[in-house]
């Protein structure tokens, strides 16, 4: 079992930068691939990035590609998405979440708002 909590939205205008961050916890966290994911208004949610246990593999939605960086670290069981060049359509609810099995994913975070500003 993993629980997860983001942090580390918030208000920013279009180029800049914000990095949240997921706590987890619970036993075996690098046994986890981590996500994460968003929700504008009015949309679905949307596929961002993700990283194996081991940080060795990551994936990103076309739509981040270059500008968001998504990372781990096992030991301070705590999964990290950097955003940079931020434009006004990232703005939505952003989620971390964890698989055990690769593509399901079980466990979520309660989300945190990030709204970028033109």
């Known amino acids: 079992q993993v629980q997860l909590v983001e942090s580390g939205g918030g208000l920013v205008q279009a180029g800049g930068s914000l990095r949240l961050t997921c706590a987890a916890s619970?036993?075996?966290?690098?046994?986890?691939?981590g996500g994460w994911f968003r929700q504008a208004p009015g949309k679905e949610r949307e596929f961002v990035a993700s990283?194996?246990?081991?940080?060795?593999?990551?994936r990103y939605a076309d739509s981040v590609k270059g500008r968001f960086t998504i990372s781990r670290d096992n030991a301070k069981n705590t999964l990290y998405l950097r955003m940079n060049s931020l434009k006004p359509e990232d703005t939505a609810v952003y989620y971390c979440?964890?698989?055990?099995?690769?593509?399901?994913?079980?466990?979520w975070g309660q989300g945190t708002q990030v709204t970028v500003s033109s």
């Open positions: 990283i194996l246990g081991s940080g060795a593999v990551t």
């Open positions: 619970g036993r075996a966290f690098s046994s986890y691939t």
């Open positions: 979440a964890a698989a055990y099995i690769t593509g399901s994913y079980r466990y």
